[in-house]
């Protein structure tokens, strides 16, 4: 509909070593908990899911990425506040021209994640045209 739209892509940090040093029922405790604090943290008109793993996909409509990457941020901090883990978060705002679709905006996103798990993790990145 030509509006803003962005998109978010979580990675818990270090989540095999959870789930191999404490066991999985702690990871799923973890789990769960990172989805709370992430509902708190979202609008009603925002859409969460679990991708994966330990993974989740934000969708975030009428945001522009600035918006969306001061989002991610305070969902950065509140999972280390309220949950005590590290998660690395890649932002992307929707593109007509360099992201005509939803794979191509998650491709996106998700590039941006690896570059804050390569930055050391536990930060946000947003998409750059360089990834």
Do not use: M, W
Not at 18 to 33: C, E, K, P, S
Not at 69 to 74: D, K, L
Request: hydrophobic share 40%; with cysteine.
């Amino acid at each position: 509909y030509g509006r803003p739209l962005s998109l978010i892509v979580l990675d818990v940090d270090h989540f095999k070593a959870i789930n191999d040093g404490q066991g999985h029922l702690a990871g799923d405790d973890l789990l769960r908990g990172i989805a709370r604090a992430l509902r708190l943290r979202l609008r009603s008109t925002d859409i969460l899911g679990r991708y994966g793993g330990d993974e989740f996909v934000i969708t975030l409509p009428e945001t522009q990425v600035d918006d969306a990457c001061a989002i991610a941020q305070a969902i950065r901090q509140s999972c280390a506040d309220e949950c005590g883990a590290s998660v690395s978060l890649g932002v992307a705002d929707f593109s007509a021209d360099l992201a005509p679709d939803f794979d191509a905006l998650f491709q996106r996103a998700d590039q941006a994640l690896y570059r804050a798990k390569d930055a050391g993790r536990g930060c946000v990145q947003r998409y750059q045209a360089a990834d």
